[in-house]
């Protein structure tokens, strides 16, 4: 029978010694454990599904820093606008801000791919073929045996196949689809990059989702450490009405009232990182619910009010019963969410301008540095010659052939270039030189001319540019 007081000094998944022990949270039922349960489905057939949508003929979502080209529901970033993926990395960052402040650790008990794929998927796997907590603890325990080696392999073996199938679907989120399926079709030695990457991957995967779970969120996850920086005393929390419950059986003095927990240790239990809720709020907890659960079983069996844990704020648990209903968790508007409100918009608004403001092809024409004109001998004259640089950048996702002229050219100067038409790959810039060739007489005239941009199979595209030429009598 295992000890339930739990150790003061360490967390209840360190010996001693500082050695890992197992936690084998038990199963818990109830309206919480439903609602994670959908949650969980939803948010799993959306990390499969998503990388196969398309929106525009592309991937719905598509992160490929290689190739840097980020698709975002829409949204179309190349490689000259990644300045723009501050505003969308502003948004995210901040908006998870907003959220702990006003919901607490809702990302961890819900939506985090830790949690989702824990819970939902390995624990799951290994009820199937280990049994229940109990039963997990004594073959745990128990000396090596086939059945236990049997035991032990499928449930490793089919830890790695899920592993796999998580570790191509996140990686079609990098590479693209396409590129995935070309990795797949090849055999490893043509492809080795990839391979390794794959079993690196998957080798991580299967570290952390199938051995060292709980100990990733209390050790290693950034978001983990600095989150309760972001929360106050009227952020949402998994929270134990001490006031309710204590004095709790068995610690009752003598004239004291007994008070609603009657020590069960259930809470504890069930709890997937080891910890006793009943000692206060503590960094460990990754507000999942299930104590919130396994107490309001254990209540409604005592025919006591359910809600002993339950979602709260610190003010809340902290005041007096009958002023308690006033600090119920919902929307606060202390400065700090306000500030994150007001970042969060500012960059919606800067990315909605910038997005919505942005050419499909970009053109710049620059001028070729050192001497700013040459003398050259054309057709028996005096003629002058300027160079110029086009830099166009593509940024629609549609190849574009651009063609480029002298407007109503003047009498006597001319575009020298081996090229008047180039190819525009999508999100790709190219560069092409050229010179501008005018006669002497021309050079003392208005030295202004004006370029322009076409592409025959979209007449909507016209983009002007104008040019100053540098003669010997040039005013410019
Ligand atoms: S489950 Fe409820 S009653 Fe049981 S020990 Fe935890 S808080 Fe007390
Ligand atoms: S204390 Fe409760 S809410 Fe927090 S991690 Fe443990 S079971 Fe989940």
């Known amino acids: 029978m295992a000890d339930w007081n739990l150790p003061e000094e360490r967390p209840a998944s360190f010996d001693e010694h500082g050695w890992r022990i197992k936690i084998h949270p038990a199963e818990v039922k109830g309206a919480w454990h439903k609602k994670r349960e959908w949650t969980q489905i939803v948010l799993l057939i959306v990390f499969l599904v998503l990388p196969w949508i398309r929106i525009g003929g592309e991937q719905a979502l598509l992160l490929d820093v290689s190739r840097r080209q980020f698709e975002i529901f829409g949204l179309s970033l190349r490689a000259h606008n990644a300045p723009l993926l501050i505003f969308v ?16 650790r809702v990302w961890c008990g819900w939506a ?5 794929f824990v819970e939902a998927v390995y624990r799951r796997i290994e009820r199937w073929v280990e049994g229940t907590a109990g039963e997990r603890r004594s073959l745990q ?24 199938v998580i570790t191509h679907s996140f990686l079609a989120y990098f590479v693209g689809t396409d590129v995935l399926a070309e990795m797949v079709r090849r055999a490893p030695a043509e492809n080795w990059t990839s391979f390794l990457f794959i079993v690196i991957s998957t080798g991580i995967i299967l570290f952390d989702f199938g051995w060292f779970r709980e100990q990733f969120c209390m050790i290693a996850c950034p978001y983990g450490r600095f989150q309760s920086v972001l929360m106050d005393d009227q952020s949402m929390i998994v929270g134990y009405d001490e006031k309710r419950g204590e004095p709790r059986r068995g610690q009752v003095k003598p004239g004291d009232k007994q008070g609603d927990c009657v020590n069960c240790f259930r809470c504890v239990q069930v709890c997937p990182t080891g910890i006793d809720i009943r000692r206060g709020v503590q960094m460990e907890c990754i507000a999942c619910t299930a104590c919130v659960d396994a107490c309001d079983d254990v ?20 005041a007096t019963p009958d002023q308690q209903s006033k600090f119920k968790p919902g929307l606060h508007f202390a400065p700090r969410t306000i500030a994150y409100l007001a970042v969060i918009t500012a960059a919606a608004i800067a990315l909605t301008y910038f997005v919505s403001t942005q050419k499909d092809v970009d053109i710049q024409v620059l001028r070729g540095k050192g001497v700013p004109y040459q003398e050259i ?37 001319a575009m020298m270039t081996s090229q008047t038409e180039f190819i525009l790959r999508p999100g790709k810039t190219e ?15 208005d030295m202004e001319i004006e370029l322009r941009f076409t592409d025959a199979k979209d007449p909507s595209l016209k983009i002007e540019k104008e040019i100053h030429l540098v003669g010997p009598l040039s005013r410019h």
């Open 299 to 318: 209540m409604t069996k005592m025919k006591r009010p359910t809600g002993l844990i339950r979602y709260s704020t610190l003010q809340e648990l902290q």
């Open 89 to 104: 990395l502003a948004i995210a960052g901040f908006g998870l801000f907003f959220v702990t402040a006003i919901w607490g």
């Open 141 to 164: 325990a128990a000396p090596w045996s086939v059945k236990k080696f049997l035991k032990k392999s499928i449930k490793w073996l089919a830890f790695l196949a899920v592993s796999l």
């Open 377 to 413: 001998t054309f057709e028996g004259q005096k003629a002058y010659l300027n160079q110029f640089f086009v830099e166009a950048t593509n940024t629609s996702n549609e190849e574009r052939r651009i063609t480029v002229a002298i407007e109503d050219a003047p009498q006597g100067i």
């Open 112 to 116: 985090c791919p830790q949690t989702v």
């Open 431 to 445: 560069r092409i030189g050229f010179f501008i060739r005018f006669a002497q007489d021309t050079s003392k005239k």
